[in-house]
């Protein structure tokens, strides 16, 4: 006779779940064929990785979520609630050998500032420095080329503050000199004329005067005023 046989749920099911005889005359057969559970953190576990975490933060200065986040990361969990138990040794060597390097790097920075020399003050530190003058080969000469620089100005400077005053002197002494020699040879200018009636006339004008003598304007010599004198041919 022909067993039959009710199957529960999907048929790949069959494998890790029920099988049903029926309620003919068979034999009924159960299959308990299951895969390996996988285990998370027990909260003892969780407890001793938070407290690592939680040192490094210390040590390092870091904020704790990076050193979950770089856990996560490493062991290729999304949460912490889904990190496994198996990988529990592994991550806790992690956060030590972590632990380790901060440590050691702040033992390294404490060794440095222990052994690194006092500052010293700037304005201390410039009054302990001596400065050495280096001799100048040339300073001397340079210095004793300027002085004769400077001395040859000042005396040029004089020279020319002196000929301006002979200058403005002889401008001044010599004004009323031309001004009275201009004065004399127009007054001379002047006399070169003869006058009559209230009138000047030129050298070689004739005038009759009030005696009814026909006179001559004549040129006296030298600096003498002109005056008048009867013609030559009056004379004859």
């Keep these: 006779m022909a067993n039959k046989n009710d199957i529960e749920g999907d048929v790949g099911q069959i494998v890790a779940g029920d099988s049903v005889v029926g309620p003919t005359l068979s034999n009924v057969m159960h299959l308990n064929i299951g895969e390996k559970e996988e285990k998370f953190l027990t909260k003892m576990q969780r407890t001793e990785i938070n407290k690592k975490v939680r ?45 380790a390097e901060y440590a050691g790097s702040s033992i390294k920075n404490d060794q440095v500032e222990t052994l690194a020399p006092p500052q010293v003050p700037i304005a201390t530190a410039a009054a302990q420095i001596q400065v050495k003058e280096i001799p100048c080969k040339t300073c001397h000469e340079n210095t004793q080329s300027l002085k004769k620089a400077h001395f040859k100005i000042l005396v040029l400077f004089g020279l020319m503050v002196l000929m301006l005053i002979t200058e403005a002197v002889v401008v001044l002494f010599a004004s009323p000199a031309k001004a009275s020699t201009e004065k004399v040879a127009i007054e001379h200018v002047a006399d070169q004329n003869c006058h009559f009636d209230g009138k000047a006339q030129s050298i070689g004008s004739t005038v009759r005067m009030a005696d009814g003598v026909v006179r001559q304007c004549t040129d006296a010599p030298g600096d003498a005023p002109s005056y008048w004198e009867i013609p030559s041919k009056a004379k004859h």
């Design 55 to 99: 040192e490094l933060e210390a040590i390092s200065g870091i904020n704790w979520k990076v050193f979950y986040r770089e856990l996560l990361n490493k062991f290729g969990a999304e949460v912490m609630d889904e990190f496994l138990r198996s990988k529990f040794n592994a991550a806790c060597e992690h956060l030590d050998t972590r632990i």
